[in-house]
């Protein structure tokens, strides 16, 4: 079974950039579907992108034009750009393969 695993998280200021990593420990990312999902303090988690066979990709209002979704099959990984930044970008990002999830990595974007 694919377990996703996280990295790339941290604290930058707004209008900066940062590139998650979603690692596919235990399989191969080319066979899956990915989404990226986020939660900030206090909020429901929601839909932040996806990239489907067949569909290609897809992102929420909030992040489009800023976040871009890629999958490198030969690093078995898929990222997550993010540019222009906002304080609300801040919250724990989760990569999900196959309906598992990863156990987050903490962006913090400050003002």
């Known amino acids: 079974q694919v377990q996703p695993v996280e990295s790339g998280g941290g604290l930058v200021q707004a209008g900066g950039s940062l590139r998650l990593s979603c690692a596919a420990s235990?399989?191969?990312?080319?066979?899956?579907?990915i989404y990226w999902h986020r939660q900030a303090p206090g909020k429901q988690r929601e839909f932040v992108a996806y990239?489907?066979?067949?569909?290609?990709?897809n992102y929420a209002d909030s992040v489009k034009g800023r976040f871009t979704i890629s999958r490198d099959n030969g690093k078995n990984t898929v990222y997550l750009q993010m540019n222009s930044l906002k304080p609300e970008d801040t919250a724990v990002y989760y990569c999900e393969m196959d309906n598992v999830w990863g156990q987050g990595t903490q962006v913090t974007v400050s003002s």
């Open positions: 990239l489907v066979s067949g569909r290609g990709t």
């Open positions: 235990g399989s191969i990312v080319s066979f899956y579907d």
